[in-house]
């Protein structure tokens, strides 16, 4: 296992990470986004995350962190709610998308805060071709 990945099973060491679909309404449902939340000593943050591969299922809290670091990274790239929508070809209600957008952006300000940054290891390629860091987390 790579130096990577062991950082990022440190991290998630140091909370935990549920799979929460009580407030995921149709809308996010119909587009593969999944809610996780994030609990640690003295606090807890609750992100909605694209994912198209329901990687989130697997009861792996290494792999549901690696989720919320790629989706608040496609966010920071994006810009903008508009432009995250956009890269998820989502037409929900502007309003909606906003919501969500600024919610991850304030609860990873928190997880931040609280146990520092997401150790990032896996590439978009990765995710998408389940090659190297991303083959190997969802085979825990």
Same mark, same amino acid.
């Given at each position: 296992m790579g130096e990577g990945l062991?950082? $990022? *099973?440190?991290?998630?060491s140091r909370c935990t990470i549920s799979l929460d679909q009580t407030g995921v309404d149709d809308v996010l449902a119909a587009k593969s986004m999944a809610q996780l939340t994030v609990t640690w000593d003295g606090g807890s943050a609750t992100?909605?995350?694209?994912?198209?591969? %329901?990687?989130? /299922?697997?009861d792996v809290p290494a =792999?549901? =962190? &690696? $989720? @919320? /670091?790629?989706? @608040?990274? %496609?966010m920071a790239e994006a810009g903008s709610? &508009?432009?995250?929508?956009?890269?998820? !070809?989502?037409t929900g209600a502007a309003e909606d998308v906003d919501a969500y957008y600024q919610n991850n952006l304030a609860a990873y300000e928190? =997880? /931040?805060? &609280?146990?520092? !940054? @997401?150790p %990032?290891? @896996?590439?978009s390629y990765d995710w998408q *071709? !389940? &090659?190297g860091d991303a083959a190997a987390l969802r085979a825990l």
């Open positions: 062991q950082k $990022l *099973l440190k991290y998630a992100f909605v995350v694209d994912d198209e591969y %329901d990687d989130t /299922r697997k =792999l549901r =962190l &690696a $989720l @919320i /670091r790629l989706t @608040i990274g %496609d709610s &508009a432009r995250w929508a956009h890269t998820l !070809n989502w928190r =997880l /931040r805060t &609280a146990l520092g !940054n @997401i %990032d290891v @896996i590439t *071709l !389940n &090659a």
